[in-house]
């Protein structure tokens, strides 16, 4: 045998191994600019692909998400509702004393609200529901825009992997259609990072800024890598300047927004960086939690792809000629977030969204790599231990997946009742004109006015025992948004006039009954009828395990349920 026919066999024999992405050679061959157009053979996934799939599961989610935070409904559903409609409830931080909300993040969702509200006119629940498609038409476009990009950037297989994350992960399944500024940053850093993978800089820092000054002021540190090494490798003063002028101009517009609306000149984002880090914040007065919460809030959202997340900068080293340095630039935010969030004492789980999906990415970067472990990489034949590493991966994939749907299947059965509830006064105009709704200690999952019909003159709450600060309708006599009520405090202090003092009053109440030994109001049938009554989880007598995830055949008989009511008061000549 010659020489040279041994040296070209054993480059034939490696060369699976170049095509397979695993070489430095391939990458860069797919970063040419006539390599990584998607026109040709080796362009990666087709935007087509992902953007069905995405679409359908962010449809799936805008009809049938939850409401997992009251911040959404009193500090963005219930202002939407207030600028189309001249009701609604205001919170302490849209007092114009305080301004620490911005109407510009309000004004982007009007764009798709007003319409859709000429529209359907009376019908407010189909307003909402087209917000939330438009929330997850953006999600859908980003996180297309991120597959094709790490497909060109890093192979096919790498981006079907985070592809199916981001469809079937609880946490994207949640947070791509939730009305919040987190989940804004989220959008923003899920596109600024794919730009930044197709080499596109001075997009990626514009869309940064944008995250940033529309979205949430705090998510700075999320963008940082990814903005530092833009400024680096770009033309430093094109890159710049795409970013000081978009800041520049988001600026502008949120203070022209903020000056509309609240009456005065004040700078919303301003205000919320001085509330919480110059002076004073006191946001632990809304509860707070141990360093452990937003790793096992992370497990929960994410279960075991969460944990090889963590893990990505163990294979760094295994990988470096796939990973490093862009993929690791990409990730990084992940662990920089995770350990700022940590150290906070009021802790959130939409403080985590923003890099929900780098999440995705960086755990299916793990699973990918696999076999790195096992390749040896002075011979060409693959070892039984790389073989099997390749065979785990979509074991391990498919295990993650299904573990991600139990955990959204148990939380929309488990907790989807309030919403469905609030539907049915649709069916009940029959309480006549001038009805008032009563809620008590439900008030945190009171899921907006767009629930609201207009045969109710008036929402109200009932004292149950809460001594927090709620939320008081929007008085036009005071000004409207530019009210600044005497009754708003930013020490979450209960003001006497939050409750309704005559229960009498209530014609209609919503109520969750738990089963406890004290007695619920719905049990009195002397004086309340059930109109609709839904099975609610509870979740203090629920194990852990069985609430968080669902286990067929076994999560309906180990949990305990409750039933979230829909009471209407018995008329007089019904008694």
Not at 196 to 209: C, D, H
Not at 290 to 311: D, M
Request: aromatic share 16%.
């Amino acid at each position: 045998m010659s020489l040279s026919s041994a040296r070209q066999r054993r480059a034939t024999a490696a060369s699976p191994l170049t095509d397979d992405g695993y070489a430095k050679d391939a990458k860069d061959r797919r970063r040419r600019p006539g390599g990584g157009d998607g026109d040709g053979e080796d362009g990666g996934i087709k935007w087509f692909l992902p953007f069905l799939a995405l679409g359908l599961l962010r449809h799936m989610s805008a009809s049938s998400n939850l409401i997992h935070d009251c911040d959404e409904v009193f500090n963005y559903w219930e202002p939407l509702h207030f600028l189309l409609y001249r009701s609604g409830f205001q919170t302490w931080e849209y007092s114009s004393d305080f301004g620490l909300r911005s109407y510009l993040y309000l004004f982007i969702h009007a764009l798709v609200a007003g319409p859709a509200s000429l529209i359907f006119g009376e019908h407010k629940i189909r307003v909402f529901y087209s917000v939330r498609i438009f929330l997850g038409l953006i999600s859908t476009i980003t996180e297309t825009v991120l597959v094709v990009a790490l497909s060109r950037s890093y192979g096919k297989r790498l981006a079907c992997y985070v592809l199916a994350m981001l469809c079937l992960s609880s946490g994207c399944f949640f947070a791509s259609t939730s009305f919040l500024p987190s989940s804004f940053s989220m959008y923003a850093v899920t596109l600024s990072s794919a730009l930044f993978l197709l080499e596109k800089y001075a997009a990626a820092v514009s869309v940064a800024a944008a995250g940033v000054i529309l979205g949430w002021p705090f998510s700075i540190l999320v963008f940082l890598p990814v903005t530092v090494y833009s400024l680096i490798r770009g033309p430093f003063g094109r890159v710049f300047l795409s970013g000081f002028l978009t800041s520049v101009s988001l600026l502008v517009l949120s203070f022209l927004a903020d000056y509309h609306c609240y009456g005065r000149l004040t700078f919303s984002v301003f205000n919320l960086l001085k509330y919480n880090v110059l002076g004073g914040g006191e946001s632990h007065l809304y509860g707070t939690e141990g360093p452990s919460f937003y790793f096992r809030n992370g497990f929960n959202n994410f279960n075991f792809a969460f944990i090889l997340a963590l893990l990505f900068l163990g294979v760094v080293p295994f990988a470096r000629k796939k990973y490093a340095p862009d993929l690791l630039i990409v990730v990084s935010p992940v662990y920089i977030w995770l350990a700022f969030m940590s150290l906070q004492a009021h802790k959130e789980e939409r403080f985590l969204y923003p890099i929900y999906t780098l999440i995705c990415v960086a755990a299916a970067a793990v699973i990918d790599s696999f076999p790195d472990f096992f390749h040896d990489k002075y011979s060409s034949d693959q070892s039984i231990f790389e073989k099997i590493a390749k065979g785990l991966r979509p074991l391990i994939l498919g295990f993650i997946l299904c573990a991600s749907h139990s955990r959204t299947f148990s939380m929309l059965n488990g907790y989807g009742a309030p919403l469905q509830i609030y539907q049915h006064l649709e069916y009940h105009e029959d309480s006549g004109p001038g009805s008032i709704l009563c809620v008590g200690s439900e008030w945190h999952r009171y899921p907006s006015s767009f629930f609201i019909p207009s045969y109710i003159s008036e929402v109200r709450w009932i004292d149950d025992g809460f001594r927090g600060l709620l939320p008081f309708p929007f008085n036009e006599t005071l000004g409207g948004t530019t009210a600044a009520p005497a009754y708003f405090n930013n020490k979450n202090k209960a003001s006497e006039e939050q409750y309704l003092k005559d229960i009498g009053a209530c014609t209609l109440l919503v109520e969750l009954d738990l089963r406890r030994p004290y007695p619920s109001r719905g049990n009195d049938l002397t004086t309340w009828e059930a109109l609709a009554a839904l099975p609610f989880l509870d979740r203090e007598l629920s194990p852990a395990l069985y609430r968080s995830f669902f286990v067929p055949y076994r999560w309906q008989q180990n949990n305990v349920f409750g039933l979230y009511k829909l009471l209407r008061r018995l008329r007089t000549d019904q008694h």
